[in-house]
């Protein structure tokens, strides 16, 4: 939604889905302040759950989402008129209001689940569907179409990585923005605004330089991830449907 305040994105993600290497993109606009997972720590010390760098997470952020939510549809950082919000969609509790999602632009970033699983359960043993946000992403964009009254943005990670310029034109002309080139490349390295876990998770994004080209995963998911991969699914595939394509 723009306003006085700026043009604020909030886009709904699950782990492993390159949108670390998307916020990256969005915060080498000149024009665009970044925010990363500001619910992550209010999400761990709600569940209690063991994630890696827990401790530190919650430590280092916010765990009132009343304050979290006051500072996202508040003023954009540094007067700019962007704002970038990088949010998981399961740090999205039930207890906390929506309301404020009528103040953001919600955008949506998918990603075939069996690739996310691959990658997630090298870091951390997932637990259900829910553990990787698929049914809340489906909730969350159900909710803002209802209010909206129309189809928000839903990018897949394929079709991205597919042609990167191409798709970040698309979704620039959806918001109403301009297309800027300095989304295509950034400088190597970690950021002051990525979350303390970054050391967990960021390795190759602070390697990056830009976006890589996709590469399908031949590896097969072991089988006891059969049961969260088949749950999954049906939530990706009622986003899929609606996702981003090129020439629509």
Request: glycine share 6%; with cysteine; hydrophobic share 35%.
């Amino acid at each position: 939604m723009k306003s006085s305040k700026g043009l604020r994105i909030a886009c709904w993600s699950g782990p492993r889905n390159i949108s670390t290497a998307i916020m990256r993109a969005w915060e080498n606009r000149p024009d665009c302040a970044v925010v990363d997972e500001p619910l992550y720590a209010y999400y761990l010390a709600e569940t209690g759950l063991d994630h890696p760098g827990r401790d530190e997470i919650i430590a280092s952020g916010e765990t009132d989402w009343r304050k979290v939510v006051a500072r996202l549809t508040g003023p954009v950082p540094d007067g700019k008129p962007v704002w970038y919000q990088k949010h998981m969609s399961h740090h999205l509790l039930p207890e906390i209001g929506r309301d404020w999602l009528k103040h953001v632009v919600n955008c949506f970033l998918i990603r075939d689940p069996h690739d996310v699983l691959l990658s997630y359960s090298k870091k951390r043993i997932p637990d259900s569907a829910e553990d990787l946000g698929y049914p809340q992403q489906v909730e969350i964009f159900e909710l803002v179409c209802e209010r909206a009254g129309e189809m928000p943005v839903v990018i897949d990670a394929r079709d991205f990585l597919a042609d990167p310029e191409a798709m970040l034109r698309a979704w620039c002309q959806r918001l109403g923005l301009a297309f800027d080139e300095a989304m295509l490349r950034w400088p190597p390295g970690r950021r002051e605004s990525d979350g303390v876990w970054a050391q967990h998770w960021y390795s190759a994004v602070e390697r990056s330089t830009g976006f890589g080209p996709y590469r399908a995963r031949e590896e097969a998911l072991p089988a006891e991830y059969d049961e969260i991969l088949q749950d999954c699914l049906p939530h990706y595939q009622r986003l899929f449907e609606h996702r981003l394509r090129l020439g629509d």
